[in-house]
C-alpha cells in the first residue's frame, strides 16, 4: 500500500485512531490510538502496516506483536467488553445519546491520553458519524483533531487499525474460551451461536458476550419473531 499523506495533512508527528468491533455481535468494542513521528513512521512503512480491516487475522497479530514490541510508549487501547459496553450504552441512551455518542468519547480518551505522554498537538480520526460528535468531547483545547473518510491511507491510522482489530480478536477469543462456545464475528449468521449460548448459560448472561441494542438480540432471545 502506498501513502500519501500529504492529501491529508502534512504534520511531522500525529496521532491516528480508528476503532473495531463497532459491526460486531459478540465482543468488545475497541478504540485504538497511535502516535507516528518520522522516525516511527519509517518503521512502520518497512513493516508493511496496512488497513488492519484488510489483512489476515494472522497478519493483524504479527503486526500489532513488531509494534507493541518496538513502540509501546506510542500506542493506547480503550476497550469496553459487553458487559461495560451495554452499561455504558443504556446510560447514553437515558440521556437521548447514542453509539456516536460513545465512539467520541473512547477517540477522545485514546487522543488526550497520547497527546499528553507524547506531546502531539495533532490527530487524524477515522470519520464515523456525519456530524463533528468528538470536538465537542475534547476537555483539552491544544489539539486540532481532523476528520477523514477513509483515513486508513494514512499510516498512523492503518496502524491503529491494525493494534485495535488485533485487541477486538483476543477479546472475543477470550470470551469464547471463558463460556466455552466459538463466539463468531461479524452480524451475519450468528444467531444459533446466540441462541446456544442462552442455552448453557441463561439469558441473562447475554449482555457478558453481545450488544444488546442490535437487533438481532430479539430474534436471539425471542426465535419465534423470525417466523413474525
Known amino acids: ?91 447514553l441512551k437515558e440521556h437521548g445519546q447514542n453509539l456516536n455518542t460513545m465512539l467520541a468519547k473512547l477517540h477522545v480518551k485514546v487522543i488526550q491520553t497520547l497527546a499528553n505522554r507524547m506531546g502531539a498537538k495533532h490527530a487524524l480520526v477515522d470519520k ?41 480478536l483476543r477479546g472475543i477469543e477470550s470470551l469464547s474460551k471463558k463460556y466455552e462456545l466459538p463466539l463468531p464475528r461479524g452480524a451475519y449468521r450468528v444467531t444459533d451461536a446466540g441462541k446456544e449460548f442462552i442455552k448453557l448459560h441463561g439469558a441473562e448472561a447475554l449482555r457478558n458476550v453481545a450488544k444488546l441494542h442490535f437487533s438481532l438480540t430479539k430474534v436471539v432471545l425471542y426465535p419465534e419473531s423470525e417466523r413474525l
Open 128 to 168: 464515523f458519524a456525519s456530524n463533528d460528535v468528538i470536538t465537542p468531547q475534547l476537555t483539552q483545547r491544544d489539539i486540532r483533531i481532523k476528520q477523514e473518510t477513509n483515513a486508513e491511507r494514512d499510516i498512523a491510522v492503518a496502524a491503529a487499525s491494525v493494534i485495535a482489530r488485533d485487541a477486538f
Open 1 to 91: 500500500m502506498t501513502y500519501n499523506m500529504n492529501d491529508i495533512h502534512d504534520w511531522n508527528e500525529w496521532i491516528g485512531t480508528d476503532e473495531a468491533g463497532k459491526g460486531d455481535y459478540f465482543g468488545p468494542l475497541v478504540v485504538a490510538g497511535v502516535y507516528v513521528n518520522a522516525e516511527c513512521r519509517d518503521d512502520f512503512l518497512d513493516m508493511g502496516i496496512t488497513d488492519g480491516k484488510k489483512i489476515s487475522n494472522l497478519r493483524v497479530r504479527k503486526l500489532a506483536d513488531l509494534m507493541w514490541k518496538h513502540h509501546e510508549q506510542h500506542i493506547v487501547v480503550v476497550e469496553k467488553m459487553p458487559k461495560e459496553y451495554n452499561s455504558f450504552y443504556e446510560t
